[in-house]
């Protein structure tokens, strides 16, 4: 009699089972006689006895009459998803590679950072790719490797100016002006420069603070500032920040009304005297006209 014995194991490791169980999956078969029959069967047991699964497995019957181990064996091999992060901290610009690290080939693997797909394994760090990486097993996200850090060194970038009170400075008011920019390092130095609007002289260094203080602004701190942030990485300006400081719009628009104002007025006196000038002139005329009647009447006479 030929019998094939078919062991499907699932071994649920890290669970609480208690000691062993096993499942027959057809505990009553019946064959006729010189066919060929397939037992089925489960099992599970606790983790506890044993510390990993790793290693050979036998088989072994038993009947109510006698029991035989196999000589031969298979070889179970456990293994985990690690993932690798090389190198774990670069600069921007840099190459980085994730290594997917499972002893057996069975499984296609993927990866992940922060829960988004990564397209490629290999690829120039930006410091956008800053974050943790994962991979796991194709279509089986339950089956996945702990998450390894990348960090991504870069300049300063994004430098930019934050002003406490936007808009035109009264003189004597206080402003703060504050420069802020994404680094890797932080940035830790910075120097602040202004600039005339008119002339084109080079810029005047007028601080070296994260922010510049101005505690009583006056006419002269009217100018274009920016901020150059560094870190040890390098350095990169901020664009062009105006600030005013003097009279105020309204000011300007009631000068330019005043202005307005004068215009209107000169331009109706001009009227006037052209009109003045020209109702005299009109007046001539009609003199001139009875002058001629005059004279016609004369010579007609
Ligand atoms: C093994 O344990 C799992 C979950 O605890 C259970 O679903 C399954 O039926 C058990 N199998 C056997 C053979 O006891
Ligand atoms: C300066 O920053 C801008 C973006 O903020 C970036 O495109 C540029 O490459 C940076 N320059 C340097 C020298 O880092
Ligand atoms: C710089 O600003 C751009 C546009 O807002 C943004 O996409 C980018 O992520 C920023 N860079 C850093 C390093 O924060
Ligand atoms: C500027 O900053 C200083 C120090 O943080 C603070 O005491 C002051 O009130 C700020 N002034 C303005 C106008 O924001
Ligand atoms: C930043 O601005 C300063 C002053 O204008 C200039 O000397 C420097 O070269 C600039 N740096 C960069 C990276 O553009």
């Given at each position: 009699m030929e019998m094939i014995a078919l062991l499907v194991l699932i071994m649920k490791t890290?669970?609480?089972?208690?000691g062993w169980s096993v499942t027959f999956e057809n505990p009553n078969p019946c064959a006729l006689k010189g066919s060929s029959v397939e037992f089925s069967c489960s099992y599970n047991y606790s983790n506890g006895e044993i510390v990993e699964d790793t290693g050979h497995y036998y088989f072994w019957f038993d009947t109510n009459m006698y029991g035989r181990r196999s000589k031969t064996s298979l070889h179970l091999y456990v293994t985990e998803l690690s993932a690798r992060v090389y190198p774990k901290t670069v600069r921007a610009g840099d190459n980085v590679t994730l290594e997917c690290g499972v002893?057996?080939?069975?499984f296609t693997t993927v990866w992940f950072k922060d829960g988004r797909p990564v397209a490629k394994p290999g690829f120039q760090a930006q410091a956008e790719d800053a974050g943790n990486y994962l991979c796991a097993v194709e279509g089986n996200m339950a089956m996945q490797s702990d998450p390894v850090a990348l960090e991504v060194q870069y300049p300063p970038c994004n430098v930019s100016i934050e002003v406490s009170h936007p808009g035109r400075l009264a003189e004597g008011s206080s402003v703060n002006l504050t420069c802020s920019s994404a680094a890797n390092p932080a940035a830790h130095s910075y120097i602040w420069y202004r600039r005339n609007?008119?002339?084109?002289?080079s810029p005047l260094q007028v601080g070296v603070e994260h922010m510049l203080f101005l505690p009583s602004v006056e006419a002269s701190d009217t100018g274009l500032y920016l901020c150059q942030a560094m870190n040890s990485l390098g350095g990169n300006n901020s664009t062009e920040v105006l600030l005013t400081v003097g009279a105020s719009y309204f000011n300007h628009f009631i000068f330019l009304v005043g202005i307005g104002v004068k215009v209107v007025i000169v331009v109706l006196l001009a009227l006037v005297v052209i009109w003045a000038w020209r109702c005299r002139s009109n007046h001539s005329a009609v003199d001139k006209k009875e002058h001629d009647n005059d004279y016609e009447n004369v010579t007609t006479a």
């Amino acid at each position: 009699m030929e019998m094939i014995a078919l062991l499907v194991l699932i071994m649920k490791t890290g669970t609480t089972v208690s000691g062993w169980s096993v499942t027959f999956e057809n505990p009553n078969p019946c064959a006729l006689k010189g066919s060929s029959v397939e037992f089925s069967c489960s099992y599970n047991y606790s983790n506890g006895e044993i510390v990993e699964d790793t290693g050979h497995y036998y088989f072994w019957f038993d009947t109510n009459m006698y029991g035989r181990r196999s000589k031969t064996s298979l070889h179970l091999y456990v293994t985990e998803l690690s993932a690798r992060v090389y190198p774990k901290t670069v600069r921007a610009g840099d190459n980085v590679t994730l290594e997917c690290g499972v002893s057996c080939q069975l499984f296609t693997t993927v990866w992940f950072k922060d829960g988004r797909p990564v397209a490629k394994p290999g690829f120039q760090a930006q410091a956008e790719d800053a974050g943790n990486y994962l991979c796991a097993v194709e279509g089986n996200m339950a089956m996945q490797s702990d998450p390894v850090a990348l960090e991504v060194q870069y300049p300063p970038c994004n430098v930019s100016i934050e002003v406490s009170h936007p808009g035109r400075l009264a003189e004597g008011s206080s402003v703060n002006l504050t420069c802020s920019s994404a680094a890797n390092p932080a940035a830790h130095s910075y120097i602040w420069y202004r600039r005339n609007i008119s002339s084109s002289g080079s810029p005047l260094q007028v601080g070296v603070e994260h922010m510049l203080f101005l505690p009583s602004v006056e006419a002269s701190d009217t100018g274009l500032y920016l901020c150059q942030a560094m870190n040890s990485l390098g350095g990169n300006n901020s664009t062009e920040v105006l600030l005013t400081v003097g009279a105020s719009y309204f000011n300007h628009f009631i000068f330019l009304v005043g202005i307005g104002v004068k215009v209107v007025i000169v331009v109706l006196l001009a009227l006037v005297v052209i009109w003045a000038w020209r109702c005299r002139s009109n007046h001539s005329a009609v003199d001139k006209k009875e002058h001629d009647n005059d004279y016609e009447n004369v010579t007609t006479a």
